[in-house]
């Protein structure tokens, strides 16, 4: 069955420093999506994607953060200056029709 | 506006017993779509089941079942004969056509299932 996949599955950066966190979505879907996990926190949407632009994104997505569909394949989300509450789980999901379908999972941790 | 509730922060049962999990939400979307994961202490989401806003039949899957009932806007979670392997944190979701099919999770309960 395709899945979702993303890479790295753990990152660990310095504050300030900037990090790329890949996914690669199920081939034939054509909206995209990421959301982030704080720690014990519940999952919060960040951006959507369609089209090669961004359709809608949440408050937490300010300036320092950037999505990319720089190829046929990939769909990336770049933090530029990360910060220590950028620490969370960012999962990518993909979808075609109505269900979306998640990723694993990369872990940030900023220290 | 989408809203989802969990009310049960933390259930801690001992093994074989019932347990349900409550899910509410809010929508004024007629199509939509309702889902359960698990998260285990590894972090990922594992998807159990999804539900459209069209298919009230409730559902049973081994040892999991589920309860929609749109008259109370509730999908409840409900498994048979706990197990120690059960232990995790779980997610109500929601999506609806007008919000462009994102998904808003409820906070999480946190399951303890004990020997």
């Known amino acids: 069955e395709p899945e979702v996949t993303q890479t790295p599955s753990h990152q660990v950066t310095q504050m300030g420093q900037e990090v790329i966190l890949r996914c690669v979505p199920i081939s034939n879907h054509l909206y995209f999506y990421w959301y982030r996990q704080i720690l014990g926190q519940k999952v919060e949407f960040l951006v959507s994607?369609?089209?090669?632009?961004?359709?809608?994104k949440s408050e937490i997505f300010d300036d320092q953060f950037s999505v990319e569909r720089p190829d046929g394949s990939n769909f990336t989300l770049k933090i530029r200056s990360t910060k220590l509450e950028d620490s969370a789980m960012y999962f990518c999901?993909?979808?075609?029709?109505?269900?979306?379908?998640f990723g694993p999972g990369t872990r940030l941790t900023v220290t | 506006a989408q809203k989802v509730t969990q009310a049960q922060t933390e259930i801690s049962v001992v093994e074989k017993e019932d347990v349900t999990l409550d899910c509410v939400y809010e929508?004024?979307?007629?199509?939509?779509?309702l889902f359960w994961y698990k998260q285990p202490p590894s972090g990922e989401l594992v998807f159990l089941i999804r539900?459209?806003?069209?298919?009230?039949q409730n559902e049973i899957s081994g040892r999991y079942s589920w309860n929609f009932q749109k008259s109370t806007s509730s999908f409840n979670f409900t498994i048979t004969a706990s197990q120690v392997v059960d232990s995790a944190v779980y997610f109500c979701a929601l999506s609806e056509g007008t919000g462009g099919f994102k998904t808003i999770f409820g906070a999480g309960t946190r399951l303890f299932v004990k020997a």
């Open positions: 539900r459209n806003s069209f298919d009230e």
């Open positions: 999901a993909s979808r075609r029709d109505g269900e979306q379908y």
């Open positions: 929508t004024r979307d007629t199509t939509y779509y």
């Open positions: 994607f369609y089209n090669n632009e961004i359709s809608e």
